[in-house]
């Protein structure tokens, strides 16, 4: 790209980022990152594309045979393969992030698979792929939950969606259709599992955009939404749950009985539609749970549907709208602030760069939030006693110090070690070339800190 291409381009992001973005026409303006942090984002990668020829090393076939293995344990044999070779770190980086993840030759239409989830369960799903799939073109990936998940076990040759999979299909992204029944519901640590699982196999074998991942959900697929947004929001852009309600996640009857936590919601936007005289879930009951995400700042649209019911007749007229949406707010792969609250430390304890490694208290849930000014982090935290900061070389200095200060009192200062073992992990665990982390940055509360 030519540098007037670029700075035209970089003008053109300022002025539409100055003017900020306001999509409600049903009740609260979208919040979004400041201009500058944008532009430098943005600059960056341009920069990047413009100089790839001078700044990265040729990716080599052991990189190609990482990101393209066919499972897991193939990915490990490459990981070791690499690792044998002790390659320098920031080269392994570069070559990570300019690898490529897919094959040539993936198959398009309607693609059916299945994978066994760690306690035997075949978890199938679809996978939706335009006919003019272009493997040199990066695609959004929209996942869409199903409603009825009460059902028993899908049969063989019958379809996840009840209006057929070519409703769903595109031609400018690619779909994923996953089953869901009442073995296995949206909400539940098979499908927390599941659904990250499917991502990377649609990673390895179709180009697709990391940051343009979004995670669409239909009546209880409403409610499998709302579960991500709350739990497991890292792969994922933006949550657009549709007819659901977040209530449900906290009735243990419904095989949720989880805290609802709403800083957890703060990073990534919502676009919420309930219908007024939806038997179900009418637009009144889910009034106050709007209410608590307005008071607490989170990015969200709500759209009420007059004399709406529990389908989907409105989407004609809100399709265009909704696509402005998805645009409007892709992914910040690294952002520079974070929160989280976590009640486990096994599993959905992790918000991008920052995971909670343990509680100080058991019954308390672990508080934080987390900022950083490029090699400096401030941590506000409670009722935690180890968390662990993950360093990207897209955000941090390595040859400066890092200092992390918790709760005004300076916990670390001191330069970190980059590691080949580190960024083959993460990256062999996120399968995302726009996060890879080559450190990681363990702080314990309780006594001293580790690198």
């Not at 004609?316 to 402005?324: G, H, L, Q």
């Not at 520079?336 to 100080?360: C, E, F, G």
């Not at 990256?427 to 580790?450: C, K, V, W």
Request: proline share 6%.
């Amino acid at each position: 790209m030519a540098h007037s291409q670029i700075s035209t381009l970089v003008t053109t992001l300022a002025r539409t980022l100055s003017t900020g973005l306001c999509l409600a026409s049903s009740a609260t303006c979208t919040r979004g990152k400041s201009l500058g942090a944008a532009l430098v984002a943005v600059s960056v990668c341009l920069h990047a594309g413009a100089n790839a020829a001078e700044l990265e090393p040729p990716v080599s076939p052991l990189v190609e045979q990482f990101w393209q293995a066919a499972d897991d344990a193939a990915r490990a044999n490459a990981a070791q393969a690499l690792l044998a070779t002790e390659p320098a770190v920031r080269d392994l980086f570069r070559q990570l992030a300019g690898g490529v993840l897919h094959r040539a030759n993936a198959p398009t239409g309607v693609v059916l698979g299945s994978r066994q989830s760690k306690s035997g369960l075949e978890m199938r799903y679809a996978i939706l792929v335009p006919d003019t799939y272009d493997s040199t073109r990066r695609y959004p990936i929209e996942f869409i939950l199903h409603g009825g998940v009460g059902r028993p076990a899908w049969g063989e040759d019958e379809e996840f969606w009840r209006g057929g999979y070519e409703s769903l299909a595109s031609e400018d992204r690619i779909t994923v259709v996953p089953a869901a029944w009442r073995d296995a519901m949206w909400w539940q640590d098979e499908q927390a599992e599941n659904l990250p699982a499917i991502l990377r196999r649609v990673k390895r074998d179709y180009n697709v955009d990391d940051n343009r991942v979004t995670l669409t959900g239909v009546s209880d697929g409403g409610t499998g939404a709302y579960f991500f947004a709350f739990k497991q929001p890292t792969p994922w852009a933006a949550f657009l749950p549709y007819i659901g309600n977040a209530a449900v996640l906290r009735n243990p009857q419904s095989g949720g009985g989880y805290r609802l936590y709403f800083e957890n919601l703060r990073d990534k936007p919502l676009y919420i539609v309930n219908g007024e005289n939806d038997p179900l879930y009418p637009a009144a009951s889910i009034q106050p749970f709007v209410d608590v995400l307005g008071e607490a700042k989170v990015n969200y649209q709500y759209t009420v549907i007059e004399g709406g019911g529990h389908n989907l007749n409105w989407m004609p007229e809100y399709a265009e709208r909704i696509e402005f949406f998805k645009r409007a707010y892709p992914r910040d792969a690294l952002p520079d602030v974070l929160q989280w609250v976590a009640d486990r430390t096994d599993a959905y304890n992790r918000n991008h760069w920052l995971v909670v490694d343990t509680r100080s208290e058991f019954g308390r849930p672990a508080v934080i939030t987390a900022s950083r000014d490029q090699n400096t982090f401030s941590v506000d935290t409670s009722g935690v006693d180890k968390f662990t900061l993950l360093l990207s070389p897209s955000e941090i200095d390595f040859d400066a110090p890092i200092t992390v200060v918790v709760n005004g009192e300076e916990k670390f200062s001191a330069r970190v070690e980059e590691r080949a073992e580190t960024l083959l992990k993460w990256a062999q665990r996120d399968l995302d070339r726009l996060m890879l982390f080559s450190a990681e940055l363990p702080i314990t509360l309780s006594g001293e800190t580790a690198n």
